[in-house]
């Protein structure tokens, strides 16, 4: 049950369906002040176009395609009363709205702007999302690349197969047509802002970004995404360089407080598994609901009946009973071999912003006693496996959702109740500074 051969976060900021909108904690990241200038997110762009079809949808393939998003989300999804505890979202309520809009509306961009209002106001709760097009075509290249790099993984080659059917790859060029010139006005903003960066700014963009704080004692690192094997070559590189000379240094500091996921194996391979001589193991369970659509992608054999779950303390007896079977997760991550890299201490940095896969290094972490956690309460969401896919029959828009109910070893969900760390910072200090206080404490 890994998300380490897919790219959860697969595209760049300008493909992102949450730029500038809302993070997994739920704030709104544009909203400190109304009066601000906000710059173009793609999909705000997209929610303001005011006309375009592309296939000419009745109001009645509408309607059918809505009606099949939500039976199936009411089958596989977990987190209807998670989205309620946490954004007062009602997908039930919500349901019935949208299916009152769509009768009325007669564009299919409205039909699309209806569907992602419907879906899309939960801040990735359980990773729901309507694919916008530039966001499906790098999804659905990751998947034949990744399901051509792992033929035996059953899973893999339906996961390529669902994001390349011919009506998806067909309806989704043709959004294009109208959705370009949004996603073009985007692109030009940052492409402005990209041109308008030194040499020295530049730099600062690296998604790796090391520095030493103390000559000899503190060493820091910066990691800012998960990329996957294919991708990660360049990091590895200067991670282990930089472990090389740091690796007598007495504490190391990696900071994810802008980590907002990617693939585990990036933590397992280049943080973890280089920085331990014996093996760690973190345990934790996946509850699922019993939908068609789970069982077209899971391994059904490895889940047992709901009713034998294990008492824990903290289990939401809701949550619980709205899913039918449950199976133990372990994960589980092996010595490199030659010793570890770096001999000193190591810390984490975290904030609201870790998610997904950055949640999972974190609870890892945290539960093995790998590093101390330092920071702000993490975003959650980090014991799953891959979103899965819905079709819509005659649009060929795809939403996907995450199948898994994450569950910490004491019940907790771990979408909603997170990660806490060690050592949390005080109202107005960074989580670095917290880290480098309690260094000087010691």
Same mark, same amino acid.
């Given at each position: ?216 004692? %503190? /060493?820091?690192?910066? !990691? $800012?995404?998960? #990329?996957?094997? &294919?991708? +990660? =070559?360049?990091? *590895? ?33 280049? %943080? /973890?598994?280089?920085? !331990? $001589?014996?093996? #760690?193991?973190? &345990?934790? +369970? =996946?509850?699922? *609901? ?38 133990? !997760? ?8 030659? =010793? ?103």
């Amino acid at each position: 049950m890994k998300k380490s051969i897919c790219i959860l976060c697969i595209s760049s900021l300008l493909c992102s369906p949450f730029t500038a909108f809302a993070g997994p904690s739920g704030n709104t990241q544009a909203s400190a002040s109304e009066t601000e200038y906000q710059p173009p997110s793609l999909r705000r762009e997209i929610r303001a176009l005011q006309k375009g079809d592309w296939i000419h949808l009745t109001t009645e393939q509408k309607l059918e395609d809505l009606d099949l998003l939500y039976q199936t989300l009411k089958e596989n999804y977990p987190y209807f009363h998670t989205l309620k505890r946490m954004r007062d979202a009602d997908l039930d309520q919500k349901y019935r709205k949208a299916r009152g809009e769509i009768r009325t509306s007669n564009t299919d961009i409205s039909f699309y702007q209806q569907l992602d209002e419907f879906i899309n106001t939960n801040d990735q709760i359980g990773h729901l999302l309507l694919h916008n097009p530039y966001w499906f075509e790098e999804t659905a290249d990751s998947y034949r690349r990744v399901a051509a790099d792992y033929p035996d993984s059953d899973r893999m080659q339906k996961l390529a197969a669902a994001y390349n059917n011919p009506k998806s790859l067909e309806n989704y060029k043709k959004i294009r047509q109208v959705t370009d010139p949004a996603y073009d006005k985007v692109m030009d903003y940052y492409a402005s802002l990209e041109s308008a960066q030194t040499d020295e700014q530049e730099s600062v963009a690296a998604n790796v970004q090391t520095r030493i704080i103390k000559e000899g004692s %503190i /060493a820091y690192i910066k !990691i $800012d995404r998960f #990329l996957s094997g &294919n991708e +990660y =070559g360049e990091d *590895k590189k200067q991670l282990f360089d930089f472990y090389h000379k740091v690796r007598g240094y007495d504490h190391i500091i990696f900071d994810l407080t802008d980590n907002g996921g990617g693939s585990m194996d990036y933590f397992n391979d280049l %943080i /973890a598994s280089p920085n !331990i $001589d014996s093996a #760690l193991t973190c &345990n934790a +369970y =996946g509850l699922i *609901k019993g939908g068609e659509n789970n069982r077209i992608f899971l391994d059904m054999d490895q889940y047992r009946p709901v009713s034998e779950f294990p008492d824990l303390p903290r289990t939401n007896q809701e949550d619980l009973s709205d899913t039918d079977f449950f199976h133990d !997760i372990q994960y589980t991550v092996d010595p490199a071999g030659g =010793g570890k890299m770096l001999s000193g201490k190591l810390w984490m940095l975290v904030s609201d912003t870790v998610f997904s896969s950055s949640e999972y290094a974190a609870m890892f972490s945290k539960a093995t006693g790998f590093m101390t956690l330092v920071g702000t309460q993490t975003g959650g969401e980090g014991i799953g496996s891959d979103p899965l896919p819905i079709i819509l029959p005659n649009s060929g828009l795809i939403v996907q959702y995450a199948p898994v109910y994450g569950v910490m070893p004491d019940g907790s969900g771990s979408q909603e109740c997170k990660t806490a760390p060690d050592i949390r910072s005080a109202d107005g200090e960074t989580a670095l500074n917290a880290c480098l206080r309690a260094i000087a404490e010691q």
